[in-house]
């Protein structure tokens, strides 16, 4: 996320802040043995010459352009949008892109209309949130065109929600931004914002309508109280002064992309709550170290001066109890959510799932910072198709599994289980509380693959198949690539495939392989591996989110492109995996500058496809490229044209193919 120099806004990426990666562990990442796997010869025969060797390119990067395969054309069946930047959203062309929820838009019958200059915490709970990651759908009677739309909040950004909050000064002859504190009011707002929306959604003559009478409709936010359940659930190390059971919580936290259940649950991953606490722990606090490898506390929000369980000298205990998967029964809009501790406890990106041969369940999960893991989680007992009641607490029992993904294109899950390994008492555990409590030092003990950011993880029925996004990570020095994480300075992401032994998802070991190293393949430093069939419209970097459409064809969204990165906005990009057109990607949708491209997700009749725009208008100096500032400020002194319609409100767009049919066939 592009910065302005002189003022450190709150952004989408908490972990993109330069500080150091929190991984302090020296797990070998597998630079030595890369040689083994890419011989110097190999690397001769690539196009570029041996001089450039010698240069600044990183070899692994050689072998990428290298690796570029030519192609069949993209087996999607639409006609590719044209890359750039401005401040509007773009869809291909035949299809339309209707908005459909933007931030403060009423969900209820007595919701409030938007005004953003009358924004208050009871009006925000009545309305659709800030910041919309995840997006799932949840069938009313199996309706293809009728059903709960359910969308994470992740954060909020102050400076674009709030006017007046940002004043341009001069300082030193040059221009700089300040931006005033928060009132308790406003961070009362950002609180409403946060957590997520289930909303009824119905298609009437080919458009999608928000149903606001709808009897599930119901706001999540970071005041609602859950439970937590699973083995660390009442462990001294959860409890506080408001809650001695160690049970209970108030509020879900940075709930960034998530899950739909076989069972038909919403399940919430909390990524960044590092930000969200500050004040300093008591002199050798047992949980500093635990709390560091977290990068707790990072501060970035004022609400612990406000909520004393915002404010470690106050609560210490409090941040244990965020950085869950939570469970939410769409059914029940009075259901009290549940943080299933068993699935561990880190900056949980996503929680995509599927059912396994004999009727378990597995989850795969990203924990996004620099150099942090792949993991799965495998139900104990088995999914009732026939009984939803008897599938409620699946989430409570189960094994949790780090990945290690080996030179020779193996991958083994590690399962995290105290007693096992070196996750016992002489290091620290006493318990799998413990162990997952403390998750990420279970896995550094355990040898996991240090990766390059790992976000959404999708598996896919269609062909048995698991994708990996892993977005970028500019830390990674060239003595610390591996197989897996094959650049330095990873500046674009790549996408890893995986293939579970025997095609079963409850596997502890696979195959792997990568699927596409990001960037523009024009630039041979780059060493990008779309197939030569890609367009220059069409690569893309930083993959983030995906989704696949029932065909089990796979849809990438981005987060982190701009005029700067790569001279395009986020977007929406079709990728063939299978067959002559593998690698082959295409772009479908780009969000206004300053946005990043959530959510994707396709009804369960393909004839919709849902993304979620996140943050529009933020980053400063590229918004203001375009003759309007990033900011929502005093339409009276900086915007003079401003109109709540302006493209700076997040929002859900639907994307349906003119005269109807299958987005792409
Ligand atoms: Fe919230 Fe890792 O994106
Ligand atoms: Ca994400
Ligand atoms: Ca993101």
Redesign the pocket.
């Known amino acids: 996320m592009t910065q302005s120099p002189e003022i450190r806004f709150r952004t989408?990426?908490l972990?993109e802040n330069d500080g150091p990666p929190v991984n302090p562990t020296d797990n070998r990442t597998m630079g030595e043995i890369i040689a083994a796997r890419f011989s110097r010869r190999d690397l001769l025969k690539g196009s570029l010459a041996v001089s450039a060797i010698a240069a600044t390119v990183s070899p692994l990067a050689l072998v990428a352009a290298d690796e570029a395969r030519a192609a069949e054309a993209s087996a999607f069946k639409f006609d590719e949008l044209d890359a750039g930047i401005d401040d509007k959203h773009h869809v291909a062309p035949g299809y339309d892109a209707d908005v459909l929820l933007r931030w403060g838009d009423p969900l209820f019958a007595d919701s409030p209309e938007f005004d953003p200059a009358k924004q208050s915490a009871e009006a925000q709970a009545r309305q659709f949130g800030y910041n919309n990651?995840y997006i799932g759908y949840i069938a009313i009677d199996g309706s293809a065109e009728h059903g709960l739309l359910v969308v994470n909040h992740?954060?909020t950004t102050p400076h674009l929600m709030f006017p007046g909050m940002v004043k341009i000064v001069d300082k030193d002859g040059k221009k700089a931004a300040e931006v005033a504190p928060l009132s308790k009011e406003q961070v009362d707002v950002e609180m409403a914002a946060h957590g997520g929306s289930i909303v009824e959604i119905r298609k009437e003559r080919g458009k999608w309508q928000v149903v606001r009478d709808g009897k599930l409709n119901r706001r999540i936010m970071s005041t609602t109280e859950m439970a937590l359940s699973g083995p660390a659930a009442g462990h001294d190390r959860l409890k506080t002064n408001a809650d001695p059971s160690g049970t209970k919580v108030i509020g879900t936290l940075?709930n960034?992309?998530g899950g739909v259940t076989p069972w038909g649950t919403y399940v919430m991953?909390e990524?960044?709550i590092h930000g969200y606490f500050s004040g300093e722990l008591p002199e050798g606090h047992k949980e500093a170290a635990n709390y560091k490898r977290l990068g707790i506390p990072e501060g970035a929000y004022e609400w612990g001066a406000h909520y004393d369980r915002f404010n470690l000298s106050k609560e210490p205990n409090e941040p244990n109890r965020f950085g869950w998967i939570v469970e939410v029964d769409v059914n029940d809009p009075n259901s009290v959510p549940r943080k299933r501790t068993a699935m561990g406890r880190f900056?949980h990106?996503g929680a995509e799932s599927i059912v396994a041969k004999d009727g378990r369940v597995v989850f795969y999960l990203?924990d996004?910072e620099r150099f942090d893991y792949v993991y799965k989680f495998v139900t104990k007992a088995t999914f009732n198709p026939n009984d939803r009641a008897a599938n409620m607490n699946l989430l409570d029992e189960g094994t949790l599994s780090v990945a290690k993904f080996a030179e020779d294109g193996s991958v083994e899950w590690m399962p995290i289980v105290f007693g096992e390994g070196p996750l016992t008492a002489e290091n620290g555990f006493s318990g799998q509380a413990d162990v997952l409590i403390e998750t990420r030092r279970a896995a550094d003990l355990l040898g996991a693959t240090k990766m390059d950011?790992p976000?959404?993880i999708q598996p896919n029925a269609g062909n048995g198949k698991v994708y990996v996004m892993l977005?970028n990570n500019s830390k990674r020095k060239a003595e610390q690539v591996d197989a897996a994480n094959p650049r330095a300075a990873n500046a674009f992401g790549h996408i890893i495939e995986i293939v579970e032994d025997g095609g079963d998802f409850v596997a502890t070991k696979g195959k792997w392989e990568v699927l596409l190293k990001c960037g523009d393949p024009s630039v041979a430093d780059v060493g990008a591996t779309f197939s030569t069939a890609t367009t220059a419209n069409g690569w893309f970097g930083m993959p983030?989110?995906c989704a696949v459409d029932s065909a089990g064809r796979l849809w990438v969204a981005t987060?982190g492109q701009g005029p700067k990165a790569t001279g395009r906005t986020d977007g929406l990009w079709a990728v063939d995996t299978e067959g002559a057109a593998r690698a082959t990607s295409k772009l479908f949708f780009r969000v206004p500058i300053g946005a990043?491209m959530?959510g994707p997700l396709f009804a369960p009749d393909d004839q919709t496809a849902f993304v979620a725009v996140q943050h529009p208008g933020d980053g400063g100096e590229d918004w203001e490229a375009f003759g309007r500032p990033s900011y929502y400020e005093d339409p009276s002194t900086r915007w003079p044209d401003f109109k709540p319609d302006m493209p700076v409100r997040p929002a859900v767009v639907a994307i349906t193919k003119q005269g109807g049919g299958k987005i792409a066939v």
């Open positions: 989408s990426q972990e990651d992740e954060y940075n960034c992309a991953a990524e960044n900056k990106e990203g996004d950011r976000e959404d977005t983030d989110n987060d990043e959530c």
